[in-house]
């Protein structure tokens, strides 16, 4: 019966080269697809934060034009 070292021994994954270096390039190209959602992300939020600023300066301009609360027809 082969001992307790002799059996993690076998088990071991032995890594070549070629292995070794398409994992590297595999890492590599996640990170660089992270990289690039985390720009996206950026981006939609500013465009995001744009939009909501154009919403509140229209609700401005639509409370100005009708008077708040002095038309009964519209409400917040």
């Known amino acids: 019966m082969p001992s307790q070292s002799e059996n993690t021994n076998t ?3 032995q890594w070549n080269e070629t292995e070794i270096r398409d994992l590297i390039l595999y890492a590599k190209h996640l990170q660089q697809e992270n990289e690039d959602l985390q720009a996206k992300m950026i ?3 500013a ?3 744009n939009e909501e600023a154009k ?3 229209l609700n401005n301009i639509i409370k100005l ?3 708040q609360g002095t038309n009964p027809n519209y409400s917040n």
Do not use: F, R, S
């Open 11 to 13: 088990n071991e994954k």
């Open 55 to 57: 919403t509140k300066k």
């Open 43 to 45: 981006m939609m939020n």
């Open 47 to 49: 465009k995001l934060n």
């Open 65 to 67: 034009i009708y008077g």
